[in-house]
């Protein structure tokens, strides 16, 4: 049986980036557990605003989280409300270390692999017929330009 890539580590370096970026010889594993727990935190309680990925870089005593999302209005609410909420909540996890949080647009939600996917798991999760539900999605996609689209 032949061994397989997989397909983000393939293209890690060349087309995308890596989720974290730092290094620590002493303290790699606490922060490991760190930037997952913040990672799953974030997902849970903002669901509803599409949040693409969460790349989190480390300097120093500086965390800087850059949120990719579909809907940055959700997320940043009314004069910058939620973020500072958000803010207080992410210092739990992270002990006497500032964070910032980025917020970037993701322009075309409907080019994003992990939007549509999501997009895709929401309606079959409300009960839609899962063969609507997957020709709805690839065709959305396709009218907004990708190349190809594979569903399993």
């Given at each position: 049986m032949g061994q397989k890539v997989h397909p983000y580590g393939f293209r890690l370096g060349t087309l995308?980036?890596?989720?974290?970026?730092?290094?620590?010889?002493?303290?790699?594993?606490?922060?490991?557990?760190?930037?997952?727990?913040?990672?799953?935190?974030?997902?849970?309680?903002?669901?509803?605003?599409?949040?693409?990925?969460?790349?989190?870089?480390r300097t120093g005593e500086k965390v800087v989280v850059n949120i990719?999302?579909?809907?940055?209005?959700?997320?940043?609410?009314?004069?910058?409300?939620?973020?500072?909420?958000?803010?207080?909540?992410?210092a739990t996890f992270s002990d006497k270390k500032e964070i910032f949080i980025n917020i970037k647009e993701i322009r075309k939600a409907e080019l994003d692999a992990q939007l549509v996917a999501e997009n895709v798991a929401l309606q079959l999760e409300r009960r839609v017929a899962f063969r609507r539900a997957m020709k709805k999605a690839v065709t959305s996609t396709m009218k907004f330009g990708a190349a190809g689209m594979r569903i399993q």
């Amino acid at each position: 049986m032949g061994q397989k890539v997989h397909p983000y580590g393939f293209r890690l370096g060349t087309l995308y980036g890596w989720q974290s970026n730092w290094i620590s010889e002493r303290r790699y594993a606490p922060q490991l557990h760190e930037d997952v727990k913040i990672r799953r935190f974030i997902k849970k309680k903002l669901f509803h605003a599409g949040i693409s990925k969460v790349v989190i870089d480390r300097t120093g005593e500086k965390v800087v989280v850059n949120i990719h999302t579909a809907r940055p209005g959700i997320l940043i609410g009314k004069r910058g409300a939620e973020v500072e909420a958000l803010r207080s909540e992410l210092a739990t996890f992270s002990d006497k270390k500032e964070i910032f949080i980025n917020i970037k647009e993701i322009r075309k939600a409907e080019l994003d692999a992990q939007l549509v996917a999501e997009n895709v798991a929401l309606q079959l999760e409300r009960r839609v017929a899962f063969r609507r539900a997957m020709k709805k999605a690839v065709t959305s996609t396709m009218k907004f330009g990708a190349a190809g689209m594979r569903i399993q």
